[in-house]
C-alpha cells in the first residue's frame, strides 16, 4: 500500500510542478501530459539533489531524494531549460 501513495505522490506533485514550470518559462513545449508529469517527476529529484547540496541536510536518503513542491517547480524549470538547450524541441523545416 506504501507504494501505491508514493506513485500517487509522483504523479500529481510532478502534474503540478511540471505544468507550473510550463507556465513560468515563456516560449512554446509541444509536451503532452505524461511529458509535463514527467517533466515535473524529474524536477522533483532535481530540486531534491539541489537541496541537498545547498542545505546539506542528509536526513537519511541520501543526495538523490524527491523534494517539496516549491523545489520541485524550481528543479523543473532547471530541467525544462536544459531540454531546450539540448534542442529538445523539433525544428520545422521549411
Known sequence: M????????????????????RLLV????????????????????IGGFLG????????G?????PSGIIGSIIGAIIALLIWRAIGGRRRTVP
Do not use: K, R
Not at 509536451?31 to 517533466?39: D, N, S, Y
Not at 536518503?61 to 531524494?65: D, P, R
Open 52 to 59: 541537498y547540496l545547498i542545505f546539506n541536510e542528509d536526513l
Open 26 to 45: 515563456p516560449g512554446p513545449d509541444p509536451m503532452g501530459f505524461f511529458a509535463t508529469v514527467l517533466l515535473g517527476i524529474v524536477g522533483s529529484f
Open 61 to 65: 536518503q541520501g543526495a538523490i531524494q
Open 2 to 21: 506504501d507504494w501505491f501513495w508514493l506513485i500517487l505522490y509522483l504523479l500529481v506533485f510532478g502534474a503540478i510542478a511540471g505544468y507550473l514550470a
